[in-house]
């Protein structure tokens, strides 16, 4: 199964399959400007109980991946070979994102600190073995990397108010954190830009972004929020009147749909980010983004208008997937759209959780 490039906390649908999980919070003007950055989740604290949580195995994943591909469909090897290099895979990375999001999810709805030890301990165990920190054996194993580090930031936000993570385990999570995300920033920066293509301007460089507004939140880091800021700027100012966003519609082929759809759910997420600490983002540029997301969400229904954009059959899937439009959920609390009601009334409330973890979606 191949990972998608992230979008960004788009699920309560992921290896775990379709689970309800605590609804995201309900969005906020601002949070109080006490100095710090805030995440959603400090503003809803979760009442501990004891209510038991089976962890299960803690899944470390070395700092190399070099198997970009589903081990549990390779038939060519044998079970021991496939437990030698589980490690340095993206099986690995998939498992151990989806138990982290899994436990987290588990502590929003039932205030279990087991669940909430579960997840620092595996987060803790991963920061130490500086877990995808090295090399990527390919583009599969980068996007795999941006998608886990999506998950488990999210994951780290949702249960910090926990305070079950020791001191030296806070400093190594956050420390890693940061460090996959300026390597991902470094990356997509160097890459060229120009009018053709600029990878750091599209859904890629925006899954980067919307990480590292996260990762600056928990790690209280000012200066990534504000590169996360002005990227979400940047982007912004590249919708065009269709709605569309320049680098993922030009030259996009029939991904210029699913590339669209995966930069509006970043952007979304950041501009949740900046609300809460008193960064207005919806308003920017004239409030340009309700364009995008309306546009994706009619591009859900159909993709016709990306295809006479770009001359190309979109990809898309054949029915309304989770994935596609959870990410609008708190948006549409926030500013409500008949198109995106309907598509979310389509998925059900167990589907409807805006940073309910990410998808593995096998399409992309």
């Avoid at 004891?50 to 060519?76: F, M, Q, R, W």
């Avoid at 979109?314 to 994935?323: D, K, L, N, R």
């Avoid at 309907?342 to 998808?359: N, R, V």
Wanted: net charge negative; charged share 15%.
């Amino acid at each position: 199964m191949k990972p998608t490039a992230p979008l960004l906390l788009l699920l309560a649908v992921s290896t775990l399959g379709c689970q309800h999980v605590a609804p995201a919070p309900a969005p906020m003007a601002s949070a109080p400007p006490i100095g710090a950055l805030h995440s959603p989740w400090d503003t809803t604290p979760i009442a501990p109980t004891s209510v038991a949580y089976d962890c299960g195995p803690i899944i470390v994943v070395g700092p190399e991946i070099t198997i970009a591909s589903s081990l549990d469909k390779n038939k060519h090897v044998s079970e021991d070979v496939k437990s030698a290099v589980y490690s340095q895979s993206t099986t690995a990375v998939e498992n151990m994102t989806a138990a982290v999001v899994k436990a987290a999810d588990a502590y929003r709805t039932t205030g279990s600190t087991q669940a909430a030890a579960c997840a620092t301990t595996l987060l803790a165990a991963n920061a130490n073995a500086r877990a995808m920190t090295g090399y990527m054996a390919g583009d599969d194993a980068w996007a795999a990397r941006s998608v886990s580090l999506h998950g488990l930031v999210i994951a780290y936000l949702k249960v910090r108010g926990a305070n079950t993570a020791t001191p030296a385990q806070t400093g190594s999570i956050l420390d890693w954190f940061e460090d996959i995300t300026h390597v991902e920033r470094d990356h997509y920066e160097r890459l060229e830009c120009n009018h053709e293509h600029c990878q750091i301007k599209n859904h890629k460089g925006l899954g980067v972004a919307m990480e590292a507004a996260a990762v600056a939140i928990a790690a209280n880091d000012p200066s990534l929020f504000h590169w996360a800021i002005g990227q979400y700027h940047s982007a912004v100012g590249d919708i065009n009147s269709h709605g569309m966003l320049y680098y993922d519609t030009k030259k996009q082929g029939h991904n210029a749909f699913k590339d669209n759809l995966r930069s509006a759910a970043y952007l979304v997420q950041i501009a949740e980010f900046g609300e809460i600490n008193n960064v207005p983002l919806y308003g920017y540029d004239n409030g340009i983004i309700h364009l995008l997301v309306h546009t994706v969400a009619l591009g859900i229904v159909s993709a016709e208008p990306y295809h006479t954009a770009t001359g190309y059959k979109q990809s898309a899937p054949s029915t309304v997937e989770p994935w596609e439009i959870v990410w609008a959920s708190v948006y549409n609390r926030r500013f409500p759209d008949p198109i995106v009601t309907s598509l979310l009334q389509q998925i059900g409330p167990a589907s409807s959780d805006m940073w309910g973890g990410e998808p593995w979606d096998a399409d992309s």
